[in-house]
């Protein structure tokens, strides 16, 4: 099976737990990733449909990670966030996917520009994601893994994390009249 098979270029999903500026350990034991938690719509079939075909495929290429044949039980990336994330209410009417990786993914906006600006893609903005499945077998957990490989923006959301925006906190003080030049350095 090729990795095409096992690639999926999402509809468009909402970022959460977005770290793709730095990588960051997971645990103790892991070593740095990048990652993001991809807030899927459950009436983006289309999408769903594309994962859960290239989870099969993922699936046959781990035969010989699994031992000669697909375990009855392993670990799935596609989760249903009314069940999984109950208590949060940004999950609700959603499935979602951690996806994470060793190296930086491309991060471009949707005119293709690539984004250096780590202001403008953060938790709770929205866009594309192409992702790759993948079979692992590590210390008795066996499963399908999904990969991050790059990210599209392609529009604003409310941040989330509680964090507001410092425009919004001090729209009441900021100071739009120009002709105030008052050199303040003395």
Same mark, same amino acid.
């Given at each position: 099976?090729?990795?095409?098979?096992?690639?999926?270029?999402?509809?468009?999903?909402?970022?959460?737990?977005?770290?793709?500026?730095?990588?960051?350990?997971?645990?103790?034991?892991?070593?740095?990733?990048?990652?993001?938690?991809?807030?899927?719509?459950?009436?983006?079939?289309?999408?769903?449909?594309?994962?859960?075909?290239?989870?099969?495929?993922?699936?046959?290429?781990?035969?010989?990670?699994?031992?000669? !044949?697909?375990?009855?039980?392993?670990? %799935?990336?596609? =989760?249903?966030?009314? @069940? +999984?994330?109950?208590? &949060?209410? #940004?999950?609700?009417?959603?499935?979602?996917?951690?996806?994470?990786?060793?190296?930086?993914?491309?991060?471009?906006?949707?005119?293709?520009?690539?984004?250096?600006?780590?202001?403008?893609?953060?938790?709770?903005?929205?866009?594309?994601?192409?992702?790759?499945?993948?079979?692992?077998?590590?210390?008795?957990?066996?499963?399908?893994?999904?990969?991050?490989?790059?990210?599209? !923006?392609?529009?604003?959301?409310?941040? %989330?994390?509680? =964090?507001?925006?410092? @425009? +919004?906190?001090?729209? &009441?003080? #900021?100071?739009?009249?120009?002709?105030?030049?008052?050199?303040?350095?003395?």
């Amino acid at each position: 099976m090729t990795n095409q098979e096992t690639k999926v270029i999402t509809g468009e999903v909402r970022f959460s737990y977005l770290n793709v500026w730095e990588p960051k350990k997971i645990d103790d034991d892991s070593e740095p990733k990048y990652s993001v938690s991809l807030l899927i719509p459950k009436s983006d079939t289309a999408t769903i449909k594309a994962i859960n075909k290239a989870v099969e495929a993922a699936k046959q290429n781990g035969i010989t990670k699994f031992g000669g !044949k697909i375990p009855a039980k392993l670990k %799935l990336p596609l =989760r249903d966030g009314d @069940e +999984d994330r109950e208590d &949060d209410p #940004i999950y609700a009417g959603h499935y979602f996917i951690n996806a994470t990786c060793k190296t930086q993914p491309g991060l471009v906006y949707k005119n293709g520009q690539r984004i250096i600006d780590s202001t403008e893609l953060y938790s709770g903005c929205y866009g594309r994601a192409s992702v790759t499945f993948y079979a692992f077998n590590t210390s008795g957990n066996r499963g399908i893994a999904c990969g991050l490989n790059n990210l599209m !923006k392609t529009r604003d959301g409310e941040p %989330l994390g509680g =964090r507001s925006k410092a @425009e +919004d906190d001090f729209a &009441d003080y #900021i100071d739009t009249d120009d002709d105030d030049d008052e050199d303040f350095l003395g």
